[in-house]
C-alpha cells in the first residue's frame, strides 16, 4: 500500500511540470488572434454594409413611395381644394343669414311699435335716457321693474359688439355702443339710489314693533336689496341679521348709534368692471382686406363690362345674318329672349363676388379670435386683480353706509317731509380726520356675510375684492378673515369700509382640458364634450343653437339653471362664463396656462373642416397632439353614423393635419413612442375631407353634404372658441 501512495505522488509531481512555450509558438498563437480578429471585422464589416444598404435599399423604396405620394398629392391638390371652397361655402352663407337676421330683427322692432328703443340707433336710445331722467320720483318696485327693459337693452348692445364680425364694425359704432351701456349702467345705478332715498324718508312708518329699526328685503330674478334703518340707534343692537336669510353685519357701536342705513344691493349683474374691449383687427391688417376687396370689385366690373360688350356684338352679327328676312316683332322677341341669359350674368356674377368678399372677412374673423397676445395689456398696482387672469362671479355686492334722511311727519291728515338738495348721502367711515390709534380701536373692521349667488360655481374657495373708485380697479387689500361654507354657500369677512365688493375666481381653472369629443348625434345635431380637472362639460350643437346637456363636478351630476336652454353660440358663451364654467380662452390666456400652441392658420383650418365633417364623423384628443410641432395638429378620427350603437372600443385613425396636408399615422393612442410614419396603404391628402374619404363610406360622404350652412357655423364657432387643439 506504501508503494502504490508513492507511485501516485510521483505521478503528481511529474504531472506538474508545464510544458515550456517556445517564441516561435507565441508568435504563431497571436497571428492566429490576429487573422480571428480581422476575420471578425470583415465579417462584421460585410455584415454591416449589407443592413446599410438593405437599410438605404428600404429607405430609397420609401423615399421613391413618399416621393410619388406627394407628387400625386400635388397634382391633385388645386381639385382637392377647390371642392373643399365649395364645401366651405357654407360660412359666407351662414354669415349672409346672420347679416339678414340682424336687419329683419331690426324691422321687426320698427314694425311692432312697442315703445321700447333700438339700443342701436343712437337718437332712440339717447331719447330713452332723457325721459327716464326726468322721472324722479320712482319706488324701488318700479326701478326693479324698469331695470328689465334697461338690463335688455344692454344685453343687446353687447350682443351687436360680440356677434358682429371686427372687419364689419367701425370706430364710431364701438364708440357709441360702449357709450351706450355706460350711459344706461350709470343711470340705472342712480334710479336705485334715488328710489332707496325715497324708502329711507319713510323709515319711521316702516319700523319693525320688536326692534323699532326698519328692515327691508326685496328679491327679485336680477337684484336683491337688502336695507336697514337704524331709528332706535340702541348701542346693544350690533348684530344684524335680515329675515329668513344669513345676510347680516356685525357692526361697531358708534354705527349702532349714528342716524345711519345699511344697504346691501346685490346686483346678479356687473356694472362696475371696465367693459372688456372689443376685439378688433389691427392696423396692418385692415389695408390688407380693403385692397383686397377693391382689386376684387374693379376686376369684376372690369371682366363684366367686357363680356357684355362682346356678348352684344355677336348678338348683333347673329341677329343681322340670320334673322334677316323676319318680322319686326319676332326679331324683337328674339332679341329679348336672347339678352336674358346677359342680363342674369351681371347678378350671378356680382352674387359670386359678394359670397367671395364674405368669405375671405369671415376667415380673417376667424384667425383674429385665435390671436395670442403678446403681453399683458396694462401695468398692475400692489394688491390690483388682474382680470386677464381672474373673473368676477356672482355679480356684484354694493355696500353703502347711507346717512338717515329726515323722516316724513304726518301733519293734520298730511304727510311733511324736508327733501335735502344734495339726495341721499353716504356717511363715511372711518372718518377721514381720525387718527391711526383711534381709528383701530374706534372704528374697528366691520364683519359681513353674504349668500354667495345660488346660480354660480366656485371649484375652489372664491377670493373676496373691493372696488377701488379711485383707480377704476379691483382690490384685495382691506379684506380680512375671509371665510367660505360651501354647503351653506356662505361667504364671510371683515371690511375696513364699505364699498363694492365681489367674489372672484381663476379664470383658467379648467384649462388646460384634460380630453375632448365631438360626436354627431342626429341630423344637424352633435354633441361636443370636453372634461378638465374639476369637471365634465356635454354641449349640443343643432342648427345656429347650442344647449348644456350635462355637467359633473367632482364626478357627480350638478344641475344648473343652464341645462336645457338653447341659446344662440354667443349668448351660450357669456352665459357659461357668469355661470363660473369657463372653457374658452382668450388672447392673455397662454400666458396663464401652460398650453400646446397651435399656429392659428392650422387651428382655424382644422375646425373649420372639422366642423364640415361633424355630421358623420366624430372627432377625439390625441395624446400624441402635444409630441408634434406647432405647425402640425394629431387628433382621432372615426366615422360615425346615426344607426350605429356605441361600442366600448370604437376604432379611431390618428391624423395628422398641417393646414396643407392631412395623413393617417403609422401609430396609434397605446405606441410606445411617437412618429409621423405614414401608415401603410394610405396616402397624402390636401384635406381632411380628403383624407377622411379614402377609409369612409359612401353613406358618411353623402351625410357629410347634407346639414345646414347655420350648423355648420355654429360648430366651427364653438371649436375656435374653446380651442381644444392648443389647450388640451
Known amino acids: 500500500m506504501l508503494i502504490t501512495f508513492l507511485k501516485v505522488v510521483t505521478f503528481i509531481k511529474s504531472g506538474s511540470k508545464k510544458k515550456k512555450i517556445t517564441k516561435a509558438d507565441r508568435l504563431k498563437q497571436m497571428q492566429e488572434e490576429e487573422e480571428k480578429r480581422q476575420k471578425e471585422e470583415e465579417e462584421a464589416r460585410v455584415k454591416y454594409e449589407k443592413e446599410e444598404m438593405e437599410r438605404l435599399e428600404i429607405q430609397r423604396i420609401e423615399n421613391e413611395k413618399l416621393q410619388k405620394l406627394e407628387a400625386k398629392d400635388l397634382e391633385r391638390r388645386n381639385e382637392e381644394l377647390e371642392e373643399l371652397y365649395l364645401l366651405e361655402a357654407c360660412f359666407p352663407e351662414a354669415e349672409k343669414l346672420k347679416r339678414d337676421n340682424r336687419f329683419l330683427s331690426q324691422w321687426k322692432h320698427y314694425i311692432q311699435c312697442d315703445g321700447s328703443p333700438d339700443p342701436s340707433i343712437a337718437q332712440e336710445i339717447n331719447t330713452f335716457i332723457t325721459l327716464w331722467k326726468e322721472e324722479t320720483n320712482e319706488t324701488l318696485e318700479e326701478v326693479i321693474e324698469e331695470s328689465k327693459l334697461v338690463l335688455n337693452l344692454i344685453e343687446k348692445l353687447k350682443l351687436i359688439l360680440l356677434e358682429t364680425p371686427p372687419y364689419d364694425l367701425q370706430r364710431k359704432n364701438i364708440i357709441q355702443y360702449q357709450g351706450s351701456i355706460l350711459e344706461l349702467q350709470e343711470l340705472l345705478h342712480l334710479k336705485f339710489n334715488r328710489a332707496t332715498e325715497i324708502l329711507l324718508r319713510q323709515a ?8 323699532g329699526n326698519m328692515e327691508k328685503v326685496i328679491r327679485d330674478e336680477n337684484v336683491t336689496l337688502y336695507i336697514w ?17 344669513q345676510t347680516g353685519f356685525e357692526i361697531p357701536r358708534i354705527l349702532a348709534t349714528s342716524d345711519i342705513a345699511l344697504r346691501l344691493l346685490h346686483t346678479h349683474y356687473d356694472h362696475v368692471t371696465p367693459l372688456s374691449p372689443v376685439l378688433t383687427p389691427s392696423q396692418e391688417n385692415i389695408p390688407i382686406i380693403t385692397d383686397f376687396v377693391k382689386e376684387e370689385v374693379k376686376s369684376v366690373q372690369t371682366a363684366v363690362s367686357k363680356d357684355l360688350q362682346e356678348e352684344k356684338k355677336q348678338q348683333e352679327n347673329e341677329s343681322n345674318s340670320v334673322h334677316e328676312e323676319e318680322t319686326k316683332a319676332e326679331g324683337q322677341g328674339d332679341v329679348e329672349e336672347q339678352m336674358c341669359p346677359v342680363q342674369e350674368e351681371p347678378e350671378t356674377t356680382k352674387y359670386e363676388m359678394e359670397m367671395k368678399l364674405i368669405s375671405e372677412t369671415v376667415l380673417a374673423a376667424q384667425e383674429l379670435l385665435l390671436e395670442n397676445a403678446c403681453e399683458k395689456p396694462n401695468f398692475l398696482e400692489e394688491n390690483e386683480v ?12 354694493h355696500l353703502d353706509i347711507l346717512e338717515l334722511p329726515p323722516q316724513c311727519k304726518p301733519m293734520k291728515g298730511w304727510m311733511i317731509v324736508e327733501i335735502l338738495k344734495e339726495g341721499l348721502q353716504k356717511y363715511t367711515y372711518p372718518p377721514e380726520t381720525a387718527e ?15 349668500e354667495v349667488h345660488e346660480n354660480v360655481i366656485f371649484f375652489e374657495n372664491p377670493m373676496v375684492a373691493r372696488w377701488d373708485a379711485e383707480g377704476k380697479h379691483w382690490k384685495t387689500d382691506g379684506i380680512s378673515n375671509v371665510s367660505y361654507k360651501p354647503e351653506e354657500r356662505l361667504i364671510t369677512f371683515n371690511l375696513e369700509t364699505f364699498c363694492p365688493v365681489t367674489l372672484i375666481q381663476d379664470a383658467h ?8 369629443e365631438l360626436r354627431p348625434l342626429d341630423v344637424n345635431k352633435v354633441l361636443l364634450t370636453v372634461t378638465t380637472v374639476f369637471t365634465e362639460l356635454q354641449i349640443q350643437i343643432k342648427e345656429n343653437l347650442c344647449m348644456l346637456a350635462s355637467i359633473k363636478v367632482n364626478n357627480k351630476n350638478h344641475s344648473t339653471i343652464l341645462e336645457e336652454k338653447w341659446m344662440t353660440p354667443v349668448s351660450f358663451i357669456i352665459a357659461l362664463k357668469k355661470a363660473g364654467l369657463n372653457i374658452f380662452p382668450t388672447g392673455h390666456s397662454h400666458l396663464y396656462v401652460v398650453i400646446n400652441y397651435k399656429h392659428p392658420l392650422v387651428e382655424v383650418k382644422a375646425y373649420r373642416q372639422m366642423a364640415l365633417l361633424s355630421s358623420a364623423f366624430a372627432f377625439c384628443w390625441s395624446k400624441w397632439n402635444t409630441a408634434c410641432d406647432s405647425k402640425k395638429a394629431i387628433f382621432q378620427v372615426r366615422e360615425h353614423l346615426l344607426k350605429e350603437e356605441p361600442t366600448q372600443n370604437p376604432n379611431w385613425t390618428l391624423l395628422m393635419f398641417s393646414g396643407d396636408r392631412a395623413q393617417s399615422l403609422k401609430i396609434n393612442e397605446s405606441s410606445d413612442a411617437f412618429s409621423e410614419v405614414l401608415k401603410e396603404e394610405t396616402e397624402f391628402h390636401s384635406t381632411l375631407y380628403h383624407m377622411v374619404k379614402d377609409f369612409a363610406s359612401q353613406e358618411a360622404m353623402r351625410a357629410v353634404r347634407r346639414p345646414s350652412c347655420q350648423f355648420v357655423d355654429s360648430v366651427c364657432h364653438m371649436l375656435l372658441s374653446t380651442r381644444l387643439l392648443s389647450f388640451s
Not at 387 to 396: A, M, P
Not at 437 to 445: G, R
Request: proline share 7%; with cysteine; hydrophobic share 35%.
Open 229 to 245: 334703518a337704524n331709528l332706535k340707534k340702541n348701542p346693544r343692537h350690533r348684530s344684524i341679521r335680515f329675515s329668513e336669510t
Open 436 to 450: 391711526d390709534l383711534e381709528a383701530e380701536n374706534a372704528f374697528p373692521p366691520i364683519e359681513v356675510t353674504l
Open 386 to 397: 388682474d382680470l386677464c387672469q381672474f373673473t368676477t362671479l356672482g355679480g356684484v355686492y
Open 204 to 211: 319711521s312708518t316702516l319700523a319693525d314693533l320688536d326692534s
Open 509 to 516: 381653472i379648467n384649462m388646460p382640458y384634460q380630453s375632448w
